[in-house]
């Protein structure tokens, strides 16, 4: 079976600070993979996609980056974090060849930034 | 861009009584899927729905796609405590990207 994890699973990071939140799924080949920010009480905000090895799609210019240096593990960067980074981050995959989507998310990183 | 807005952001129900939720698209969908987000955790997968005026049951849930493939709603007959949580319906189109509603939080009294 698919299992997606992630890590860590909190994290507290001063302004200015790098970031790198880690993503790998097992059990799956060639997923779409997928970072999501959640702000508290709010909705689900797509950050980067990626559809293969070295493949990123960036949906909001900011100050985040994405990679994915391999099939099953998708890698969430920031050079100098911003007070408004904060909030719950998501990572979630789909199958790669399929008409029927559905995302499979991970248990997500609450990062604060003070 | 892209555009997928849901209303209400909030519903607090009585137990029994029924609940909706909607979604609007600023384009025509290629498909749209439902989730579920229990406090503290991660978004679960209900159902996607794919067809013009497609109708999915499950249980006591009931989920609508338009005919135009910009809108759905989501309603659930009777609510349980257990519904608590926050729905999304996620629009997504050709290129398997997914953009997600605000989401609705149902509270539910027992």
């Known amino acids: 079976s698919q299992t997606i994890h992630q890590w860590p699973a909190t994290l507290v990071q001063p302004v200015g600070s790098p970031l790198s939140l880690e993503c790998t799924v097992e059990?799956?080949?060639?997923?779409?993979l997928y970072w999501y920010r959640q702000a508290a009480g709010r909705g689900l905000q797509l950050l980067f996609y990626?559809?293969?090895?070295?493949?990123i799609s960036s949906e909001v210019p900011q100050n985040l980056s994405a990679s994915r240096p391999q099939d099953r593990q998708f890698i969430l960067s920031s050079k100098k974090l911003l007070l408004s980074d904060s909030g719950f981050y998501l990572c979630?995959?789909?199958?790669?060849?399929?008409?029927?989507?559905?995302?499979?998310f991970g248990p997500g990183t609450r990062l604060t930034v003070l | 861009g892209q555009q997928v807005m849901q209303i209400p952001q909030y519903q607090h129900v009585q137990e029994g009584e029924d609940f909706t939720t909607y979604c609007n698209s600023s384009?025509?969908?290629?498909?749209i899927q439902w989730y579920k987000q229990r406090p503290g955790g991660h978004p679960v997968f209900l159902i996607q729905?794919?067809?013009?005026?497609e109708v999915k049951k499950q249980k006591r849930l009931t989920f609508q796609f338009g005919e135009a493939k910009k809108n759905s709603s989501l309603h659930i007959t009777a609510t349980q405590t257990t519904d608590v949580g926050t729905y999304f319906c996620?629009?997504?189109?050709?290129?398997?990207?997914?953009?997600f509603g605000s989401g609705t939080k149902l509270n539910v009294k027992p």
């Open positions: 979630a995959w789909s199958a790669g060849v399929s008409s029927y989507n559905e995302q499979f």
């Open positions: 059990g799956t080949s060639n997923p779409n």
């Open positions: 990626s559809v293969g090895i070295g493949q």
């Open positions: 384009t025509t969908l290629s498909n």
């Open positions: 729905l794919v067809k013009s005026g």
């Open positions: 996620a629009g997504g189109d050709d290129f398997n990207k997914f953009y």
